[in-house]
């Protein structure tokens, strides 16, 4: 063993952490490591937080993964919790630590230090917030705090729309909670394209939650110090006996930017290949710190668990060698179920996409998670987002039942080695009636892209106007007249088997949308078209299912 062994220091101990220590303890049996946590516990599970507090998790002690005695007994680091880092001394390389428990402060030296402080909840400024009853989940402190509420409570108010906010309003409903859920965007989860959260939207408002869209908190409304109410932008008032506040966080970076530790573009840490700062002895990792976003190839942080494990594991192992792979891009996959409705996405969405200048496009399938006929099946949507000319798969949503997470992964794996639809394609899936289809909905979604690159079905996105077209419904017309697909005067009924025979009834030389429920009746009847000399015809991406589904 090396008598010249390195101490290696972690500030944070939680996903990044914990992961950069244990992982650096596997790659040098002798070299000093310690955790500094300023909370109470290291290594919990943050992303099982609602689930605890809404029962479906039961034990509490199931949150804490590794226990300080665990790291110490099998890894031999030491944790040193309620231990906050206060000051970096670079020059001397020594760390300030602040003993929360003594109000006592010590400096200590490294070799190494790795960063992996997290983020904070956004708190916004507003009248109210300080009151009691208004709370923020991020740790188990949290957690207890609103455990230890919610027995008094009756109205909750979450407020964002995104991951945290999504599931901790479902299982505040599974606590039998009245809750309303209040997002400023015309949307939840503002990341995906609109008519993709459209079912979580129906799904929430099924299961009783109020929905407050394009409206964001003013106020919270107090007596005697207590929150009895949010007052939102435009005036309504929603009682609450609890306020969640779930609008985004804040990365925890003013250590580090106090010594001198440059921030990037989106005022995360500024990392390089390897995790490590503009100082080679300071890595950062997490939400802290900036990653290489997988489709624009720019640097931005990226607040899941995912990318924080795996970059703590390869900032522990570089710290104590000095070498290791280097990092991979973060694409942001991510998933939420929301009362058995699953939604989530790698990459890019179609807006992201444009915004960021890629001429890109998407299709939309609707498919069963397996083979129709066994029993069970359940739908989702698929929506493909690539490149025009290229077919490069940029990202991909997907929302339903089971099995959503499986079609985000294999997209997600596509992405990671710069795939393209034309890849996708070819992917030789596993198959068997209870587990799949012999065509996968990500194969349906890709033959959807091929066709549109080929020419040889062509696509226009369901919030296309439909007005400057002559558009052929394909449904049944029982199926038309329960769900007509828009205002517009040129929409002609058609039912896709009696196509052939009613051509006559067409214009030729007219621009051409066809139209279905899902996209695939309508897709044949694109290639019926064209291959009876219709000049231009497009398939409706998604058409009418994504109203209903
Ligand atoms: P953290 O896990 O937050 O750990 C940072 C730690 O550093 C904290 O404990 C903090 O106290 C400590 N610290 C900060 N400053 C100091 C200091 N100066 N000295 C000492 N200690 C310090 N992600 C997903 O991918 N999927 C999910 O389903 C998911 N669900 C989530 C649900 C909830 C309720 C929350 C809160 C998060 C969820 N996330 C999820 C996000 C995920 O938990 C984070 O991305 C991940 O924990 C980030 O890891 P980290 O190590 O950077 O930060």
Not at 139 to 157: H, K, W, Y
Not at 321 to 327: E, H, I, L, N, Q
Request: glycine fraction near 10%; aromatic fraction near 6%.
């Amino acid at each position: 063993m090396s008598t010249n062994a390195p101490t290696i220091l972690i500030v944070g101990g939680v996903a990044g952490g914990a992961s950069a220590a244990a992982r650096a303890r596997r790659m040098h049996e002798a070299a000093r490591i310690v955790i500094f946590e300023r909370d109470s516990y290291v290594s919990f599970a943050n992303c099982g937080l609602p689930y605890y507090l809404g029962g479906e998790i039961t034990d509490r002690d199931e949150l804490l993964i590794a226990k300080p005695s665990l790291f110490k007994r099998r890894f031999d680091i030491e944790v040193r919790t309620r231990h906050e880092v206060t000051g970096i001394d670079r020059a001397a390389r020594e760390i300030t630590v602040k003993d929360l428990d003594a109000d006592d402060s010590y400096r200590m030296g490294y070799d190494k230090l790795i960063l992996a402080p997290g983020a904070d909840p956004l708190v916004p400024p507003l009248p109210g917030i300080e009151a009691a009853g208004v709370f923020t989940l991020r740790n188990l402190e949290d957690t207890d705090r609103i455990a230890e509420a919610m027995p008094d409570a009756q109205r909750a108010v979450v407020v964002g729309g995104g991951y945290v906010g999504l599931e901790t309003a479902e299982q505040f409903r599974r606590r039998g909670l009245q809750v309303a859920l209040v997002e400023m965007q015309s949307q939840v989860l503002p990341l995906h394209d609109p008519e993709m959260v459209e079912p979580l939207h129906r799904q929430l408002e099924f299961n009783g939650v109020r929905l407050e869209l394009g409206n964001g908190i003013a106020s919270v409304e107090e007596q005697h110090g207590r929150a009895v109410a949010v007052v939102l932008s435009d005036g309504t008032r929603l009682p609450a006996d609890l306020v969640l506040l779930a609008i985004g966080v804040r990365p925890n970076v003013a250590l580090a930017e106090a010594a001198g530790i440059e921030l990037g573009e989106s005022r995360g840490i500024a990392t390089d290949e390897y995790m490590r700062t503009n100082d080679p002895d300071i890595y950062a990792v997490g939400d802290a710190a900036e990653y290489t976003y997988g489709p624009t190839g720019a640097k931005q942080r990226v607040a899941l668990a995912g990318p924080a494990n795996r970059t703590g594991r390869l900032a522990g192992q570089h710290a104590v060698t000095g070498s290791s792979r280097p990092a991979p891009a973060a694409w942001g996959t991510s998933i939420v179920r929301v009362f058995g409705t699953s939604s989530g996405m790698t990459g890019l969405s179609l807006k992201a996409a444009k915004a960021a200048g890629y001429e890109a496009c998407a299709t939309h399938v609707i498919a069963n998670n397996h083979a129709g006929y066994y029993p069970g099946a359940q739908a989702m949507i698929v929506k493909l987002v690539f490149e025009e000319g290229t077919g490069v798969v940029l990202g991909a949503q997907a929302c339903g039942g089971e099995g959503v997470d499986k079609r985000l992964d294999v997209i997600s794996t596509v992405t990671h080695f710069g795939g393209t639809v034309h890849d996708i394609v070819q992917l030789d899936l596993a198959y068997a009636p209870p587990f799949g289809s012999a065509k996968d909905p990500v194969h349906m979604a890709a033959f959807a892209a091929q066709n549109h690159l080929d020419g040889l079905a062509p696509v226009v996105q369901p919030d296309v106007d439909l007005c400057p077209y002559q558009v052929v419904d394909v449904r049944a017309a029982a199926e038309v007249e329960a769900l007509p697909l828009a205002e517009c005067d040129q929409i002609i009924n058609i039912p896709l088997d009696k196509l052939r025979d009613r051509l006559d009834e067409l214009d030729r030389s007219l621009p051409t949308i066809v139209a279905c429920r899902s996209g695939l009746r309508s897709y044949v009847g694109t290639r019926i078209l064209k291959q009876h000399g219709f000049e231009e015809v497009y398939n409706l991406s998604g058409a009418t299912a994504m109203r209903e589904f």
